[in-house]
């Protein structure tokens, strides 16, 4: 069964930059959207960001500024480039990819936002 695989997670102090990347295990076709989601402890899973159709974007307000989604549509691979991180948002991220057939999801990386 495919999977998605993120990386670029990590620890960084407030004010700095990560990169995250997405991409699936195997083939997969007719992907609808791609997005990233973070769930910090003690919280719910909560949106961060979305690419669909022609490029089209949406983020979380807490995010919008900071982050910036992006893809690959050629490899399916779905990027998060993460600017001015702050100590909320340390969670670990989550990337999603919607198919007619069901949500792709992935394992998860965290990201440690602290000084």
């Known amino acids: 069964q495919v999977q998605l695989v993120e990386s670029g997670g990590g620890l960084v102090q407030p004010g700095g930059s990560l990169a995250l990347s997405c991409a699936p295990s195997?083939?997969?076709?007719?992907?609808?959207?791609m997005a990233w989601y973070r769930q910090a402890p003690g919280h719910e899973r909560e949106f961060v960001a979305r690419?669909?159709?022609?490029?089209?974007?949406d983020y979380v307000d807490s995010v919008k500024g900071r982050f910036s989604i992006s893809r690959n549509r050629a490899m399916n691979q779905v990027y998060l480039r993460m600017n001015n991180l702050n100590p909320e948002d340390t969670a670990v991220y989550y990337c999603?990819?919607?198919?007619?057939?069901?949500?792709?999801w992935g394992q998860g990386t965290q990201v440690t936002v602290s000084s």
């Open positions: 690419i669909a159709g022609v490029g089209h974007t």
């Open positions: 195997g083939s997969v076709s007719g992907i609808v959207n």
């Open positions: 999603n990819m919607k198919t007619p057939w069901g949500d792709l």
